[in-house]
Every structure is written in C-alpha cells, then in structure tokens.
C-alpha cells in the first residue's frame, strides 16, 4: 500500500491546455508538499499545506494552483500549459515539525508538446 | 541562486570500497541538512541526516560529516554495495519559523557501484 501515491505517473499534454495532479497520503501526516524537479535535476519546493493551510507558497506563475480538500489530499492544477513546465512534480508528506519523516511520491513526468 | 551543491555529477566505486559524496552550501542559517537516495522512477528517500549541533552522525554503513566553517557535508558510504547504485541528493533546511519544512535540495550525484 503505497503512502504517498500520486496520479498519473506520466501525462503528454498539449501548449496551452489545462492539466491537474492528485496525490493521496495514508500517512495521516499533516504536512504536504509539491516540488519540482527540472531539467537541471534540482528539486525546488513550490507549495507546502498544513491541515489544508498553504503554508509555504514559493515563487511560482499563478497558472500553477494547489488545493488540499482534506489534510490527505493535495491537488495541483497547472493552467494554459507551457513548454517549460516541462518537468518531473513530486508531492510529499511529512509529520509537522519533522523532516526526517519526509516521504515522497514517485513523482509524475509531465511533458507539454 | 543554488544555495546548495553537490558539485559532483556522478561517482564510480568498486563494491566493497567506500563511496564519499561532498555538498556544499552558501546559506549559515541553514542548520540541519538530510541526504536522499533517489532510484529511477521513483520518489527520493530518507537516508540519514544531520543537525548543526553535531559533526556526525552515524547509521550502519552510512556516516554524515558535517564542517560548519567550511560550509562543508559529506556522506560517507562503507562498504559500497551494488544497491548503493543510485542518485544521491543532499539538502539544507533552516529551522526558522518561515522556512521550516522547506528544503533545499542539490543537483544529485549518480552513485554506480561496480563488482
């Protein structure tokens, strides 16, 4: 049973074209994350949630929205797609106040044509 | 602005010998730094960390060095196994009220272990 799952693993898509990721917990963690890793391979926090609150809110384009309907869920829609969105998105989980409890997703590569 | 690097792309080491992954970082207020081990098509995972009080920490095969003054970790891996083979990230993070929990991760370096 994977504990932090995210969906799909791969997405193709389109310039211009509006795009959701989901990812799921069963951690019962309270703390959730997107980063994202670029074609350099640096992982770069975008978001962070806390019992559903943005707490962390790096400097992204808006295009990019998270939601958090419950403290296991931690969405990401990205908006009018460009190609340098292009990249690998990893969410993780993490206990608040912890970051050895830190667990990642297997990440989704999405590729903008 | 890379506050963390891991100026290293790739390492090569024969089983059995030992496996030194170097990081280095720009930012004092960072105080408690974690190493990641990546495999493809997966997510990273939590190897072994290390907070600014101490200069190392040790877990089984894996050791962390850290030199404050120099800016300076290091991983250390011994004895090299074949499943050690993997991306190895080093990241950084403060424990300041606004940047806790954000971590800042190096550009990985690809670790192959050979018989």
């Known amino acids: 049973d994977t504990a932090v799952s995210q969906t799909p693993k791969y997405l193709v898509t389109q310039m211009g074209n509006d795009k959701s990721i989901k990812c799921e917990q069963n951690?019962?963690?309270?703390?959730m994350y997107w980063y994202k890793q670029d074609s350099k391979k640096f992982l770069k926090i975008m978001f962070s949630y806390n019992n559903k609150e943005l707490i962390i809110n790096e400097t992204v384009p808006n295009r990019f929205s998270p939601k958090s309907p419950d403290k296991a869920h931690l969405n990401l829609h990205i908006n009018s797609l460009e190609l340098g969105d292009s990249a690998v998105y990893f969410c993780?989980?993490?206990?608040?106040?912890?970051?050895?409890?830190?667990?990642f997703g297997s990440g989704t590569r999405l590729t903008v044509v | 602005d890379q506050q963390v690097k891991q100026n290293s792309p790739s390492l090569s080491v024969q089983e059995g010998r030992i496996s030194i992954l170097n990081c280095d970082y720009t930012?004092?207020?960072?105080?408690?730094f974690l190493w990641y081990k990546k495999y493809p098509a997966e997510g990273p995972t939590f190897l072994i960390s290390?907070?600014?009080?101490?200069d190392k920490n040790e877990d089984g095969r894996f050791t962390v060095f850290l030199n404050k003054s120099a800016k300076h970790l290091s991983l250390h891996i011994v004895p090299s196994q074949p499943g050690d083979s993997a991306v190895y990230f080093c990241a950084a993070s403060s424990m300041t009220t606004d940047s806790w929990g954000k971590l800042q991760f190096g550009a990985g370096t690809q670790v192959v272990v050979t018989p």
């Open positions: 951690l019962g963690h309270d703390t």
């Open positions: 930012n004092s207020m960072f105080d408690y």
């Open positions: 290390i907070s600014s009080i101490k």
């Open positions: 993780a989980a993490s206990e608040t106040g912890t970051l050895t409890g830190y667990t």
